[in-house]
Structures are given as C-alpha cells and as structure tokens.
C-alpha cells in the first residue's frame, strides 16, 4: 500500500510521463500522414483502483497503395489494469474494416471501398476495469483515377468529347482539345447526353437510380454517378486536307490526367495519276493513244493534253496521224481541284517509205556479141534512218541480153515501210549493116516505060533492090538522093523512106527518070542511109 506522499510522488510521476506522452502524441501526430483532429478525454487514476480509461497515443491512417484500401493505425497504452486483450477497435463509418492485428499496444486494420474525400475514424480501446479509452482521427483519400475518355468525335467542323471519372469526388478540373496543336473552346454538352437534370451522361443500361445516389446500370459499368459527360467544341477555323490530329486530355481535380486521340481526314490532297499507253518506238501506222487517270480521294475530274504544244484539250484518247515525232503533253485533276505534275509522253509515226533514186530507162550498145554489161546506180533515203540499201533484180556491171529487160527495185526502212520501182535496160544490136544495092542489067525488065504515058512523058522507071548483107539489121533505111547524067532527072521524090531491112533481107525500090529525047543511055548514082538498132546513122556509100 502506499501512503499519501508516494501517492502524491506517483502522481506526479504519471503526470510527467502523462505530459510526456500527450507531448509525444503530439510530435507523432506532427508526422503522420493522417490529419488527427481531436482525441477523447484522459485522466489518471490511483493505481489499485482503476478509473482511467486507456489513452490512445497516436492515430495513422496510410495509404496501400491501391485505390480505396487503407491502413489504420493506432496505439494506446493504460494506466492500472491494463489494456483488455482483443477489446481494441477501429471503426470508420462509411468503409469496411477488417483483418484487423492487434496487441496489447497497437492495432492495424484494414479498410477497404474507401471513397475518396474526408473521413473519420474511431479507436475504442477498453481496459481490464472496463473503462472504455477513445480517440477520433481524421484522414483524407485521395483521387489517383484519371477520368476516362469513352468517346471522341471528330470531324472537320467539331469535336465531341465524352468522358467519366470512375473516382470523380474531386471533380473536373479541365477538358482541353487541340487540333494540330490549336487549343478550342469547348462548351459543355448536356444537350448531347441524355438530357437528365443531373447534369451525367447515362447510357441506355443506366437505368437503376438507386437511392445511394449511384447510378447501377445492367453493363457492368456502374459510372456511380459520375457518367460520361460531354464537350462539343466547335472547328472555327477551315481544315487544310490531309490528315489532322486531335488531342484530349481530361484532367480531374485531383491531377490526374488521361489523354486521347483521334484524327480528322480533312480531305484529298493527292492530286490525281495518269498514265499513258503511248507506244515505245517507231510505228508505221496512225496511233490513238489512251490517258487513264486514277485519283485517291475525291476521284479523277479531268484530263487535259496538248499534241506538239499545240491548243489544250480535254478528253482522254489522242490521235496521231501523221509522221513525225509528238509530244503528247498531259495532265489531271481531281474533283477537290488537286492538278497533277504535267506528264509527257513521245509517239513517233514513219509511214512513209524510202524515196528512190533509180536511173531512168537506158539503152546500152551490145559489145560481148548478143549481150553487153549495164552500170548503173540505184539508191533510197529515209527521213527517219537516211540512207536505206536498195534491193534491185539485177546488179550494175550485169551483163544483159539483146533487147529490154526491166530492173525492180525497193527499199525497205527499218519501220516496215516499202517503196519499189523499176527502170528498163535495153540492150541493142551496133553496127555498119551491110546495104548495097543491086541494080539490073540495062534492058532487063526492071527498067520500063510503065506504060505509053509514061513513055510519052518520057518517064522511065528504073527498079532496084536493096539487101542487107550478112551484118546487123538496118533500121529507118532509105534513098536519100539519086543523080544522073545527060540530062535525066530523077522526078520520083527524094528522099524515099525504105523501112527496116533485117540481116539478109531485100527490098525493092522504084525511082521515076525524066529521060529527054535522043538520050540513048545515062548513068544513075544513088546514095541511101541506114541506122543500126542502137540509131547510129550510116551513109552509103560511106562518107569520108
Ligand atoms: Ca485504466
Ligand atoms: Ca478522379
Ligand atoms: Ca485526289
Ligand atoms: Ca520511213
């Protein structure tokens, strides 16, 4: 038993260690992440008669690290019989604790469904006289879910937003929207949800409005009153075309953020393809070329060409006609006004053939007996390859036969194109044929008075023969004057043309005498000329 005095030291002495630990609480209290706000009343109490309560030293509530579980603390010591085992508790009246470990200084529970905001929480702590010890502490849970982005839709003339917070007790703080870096203002949409008063978007299971002011939908998705809200945020100013990026980031309250994309095809940028069907190389015949246009986005408006620079024209078939080489010049555009590079293509038409250059006819004289050797020259040029070989029947230095023979040349370009002609080579027979004359004897019967005018005219016929040896055939023979003496003139006209005498022939020649009267003889002189087949002239007799 103890007297007064060590009842008065004791005493003291619990209330200096009382002091000290109220001092201690409040250091510790100083450093706890729990905002201890208030603790219950203590008193001492004479030791053998326990009436002091247990004294809760210290609250602390910490977070786990996951959404909506915490830790809870707390520690107590008692004065006289000593703390009640397994008597200790932690309550928090909106949130389940369990697994709770406890001695005879501490106790740690778990609290889990936290919501995020302010709470409270309460210690009971009894002791073995069954005084009850309390402490009330307050600690605050945090917002750390982002919102979510459910939906963004976007075009080239808006963008709609829409977005919940899964843990929204701290609330918007912000919805920004860019467009390629450009920020737009936004209007907050109702309009553009369901249209309920509460301000959330509900979706078409949301339909439980429960009397916990949470929303329980059939989906899954319990939005718990924070459903997904909505922005509609006007595009002010024109899109160029391409491809544009949209960025939205929501941002609660609390900080945190959660972004998302989207992307706006503000229209065809590609101006359109188009290609030819123009043939490589050099063609013989008129060509139609095709120009085929393809566009990706808004589809081909147009082609235009222009041929060897000439007018613009619209169509897609060319048609080239005439020989030479083209240039097709060529380009589309599509239905946004999007033009093309200018393209070309070449087409190269030869339908002419070579031009010829043969030798006219020619006649050559015979000098190897029946046949004589012909030299000519025969050649082609081609306006697209120059000098083309020609290609004839015969070769200059060939020997040809008597009479005509026809040469056939062509000359063909590398294009296909033919041209063809022929000269004739004629081969003639040269040489003095052999004429003379054969007269009759006087008095023979080619000698006359034709009859007795002729005789009374004194007109007498004298009748030859000329005979072509054994020579070359005579051509274009005849009597190109006869004379005679003592007073006889011939009366016959001169000269007399004979015709042709082939080698070995003969023909007869009548020429008429004016014989004057008592003229009982006289001598008569002819002379004649005879070509050979080559036209060379000869004199009979001979012309010195
Ligand atoms: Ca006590
Ligand atoms: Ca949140
Ligand atoms: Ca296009
Ligand atoms: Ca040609």
Not at 3 to 27: T, Y
Request: glycine fraction near 10%; aromatic fraction near 6%; charged fraction near 20%.
């Amino acid at each position: 038993m103890l007297n007064r005095e060590q009842h008065i030291k004791w005493l003291s002495r619990l209330a200096a260690l009382s002091a000290a630990v109220l001092l201690g609480l409040f250091l510790f209290a100083g450093t706890a992440s729990a905002d201890v706000l208030s603790t219950s009343d203590t008193s001492l109490a004479l030791l053998g008669y326990d009436s002091s309560p247990p004294l809760v030293t210290s609250v602390e509530a910490s977070e786990t690290g996951y959404e909506g579980t915490h830790t809870l603390e707390a520690d107590f010591v008692d004065v006289g019989s000593d703390v009640e085992p397994d008597a200790e508790s932690i309550s928090v009246p909106d949130a389940l604790v369990w697994g709770c470990q406890r001695d005879n200084r501490h106790i740690k529970c778990s609290a889990s469904n936290m919501k995020s905001g302010d709470h409270s929480m309460h210690v009971s702590v009894k002791d073995k006289a069954g005084n009850w010890g309390n402490r009330e502490g307050r600690f605050t849970v945090r917002d750390k879910v982002a919102p979510v982005i459910d939906s963004i839709s976007a075009s080239s003339k808006s963008v709609t937003v829409k977005y919940h917070d899964p843990s929204p007790s701290s609330g918007i703080a912000s919805v920004v929207v860019t467009v390629d870096g450009v920020k737009l203002n936004c209007d907050w949409n109702s309009g553009g949800c369901d249209g309920d008063s509460d301000g959330y978007y509900h979706d078409s299971y949301d339909r439980h409005h429960k009397s916990d002011g949470y929303y329980h939908d059939d989906d899954g998705d319990d939005h718990e009153g924070s459903d997904s809200s909505g922005y509609t945020c006007p595009i002010t100013f024109p899109l160029t075309c391409g491809s544009h990026q949209v960025l939205v980031t929501v941002t609660d309250k609390a900080g945190n953020s959660t972004t998302g994309t989207a992307t706006i095809d503000g229209g065809d940028c590609e101006p359109p393809v188009t290609t030819d069907n123009a043939p490589a190389g050099w063609q013989n015949t008129d060509v139609s070329v095709t120009l085929s246009c393809t566009d990706t986005g808004s589809g081909c408006a147009s082609t235009t060409y222009e041929l060897d620079g000439g007018a613009t024209v619209t169509g897609n078939t060319v048609s080239i006609t005439t020989d030479g080489i083209h240039v097709i010049t060529y380009r589309s555009v599509d239905a946004v006004g999007n033009v093309e590079t200018t393209r070309s293509a070449t087409v190269m038409i030869d339908t002419t053939p070579p031009e010829l250059t043969l030798p006219g006819d020619f006649t050559v004289a015979a000098t190897e007996g029946a046949s004589a050797a012909a030299i000519f020259s025969a050649g082609a040029t081609d306006l697209v390859d120059g000098t083309v070989p020609v290609n004839c029947s015969a070769a200059s230095g060939d020997l040809f036969p008597l009479g005509s023979t026809t040469v056939d040349c062509s000359a063909t370009d590398s294009n296909g194109n033919t041209a063809t002609g022929s000269f004739v080579v004629t081969v003639c027979q040269s040489g003095r044929p052999a004429i003379d004359f054969i007269c009759p004897l006087p008095g023979s019967p080619d000698i006359y008075w034709k009859d007795r005018a002729h005789y009374d005219a004194r007109i007498l016929t004298l009748r030859f023969s000329l005979v072509n040896g054994a020579g070359p055939d005579a051509y274009n023979v005849k009597v190109t004057g006869s004379t005679a003496d003592n007073g006889v003139t011939a009366v016959t006209p001169i000269p007399i043309m004979v015709g042709n005498l082939a080698s070995g022939a003969s023909l007869g020649v009548e020429i008429d005498y004016h014989v004057p009267v008592n003229v009982g003889s006289f001598t008569v002189a002819s002379t004649v000329c005879a070509d050979d087949q080559c036209g060379t002239t000869y004199y009979y007799p001979e012309i010195p």
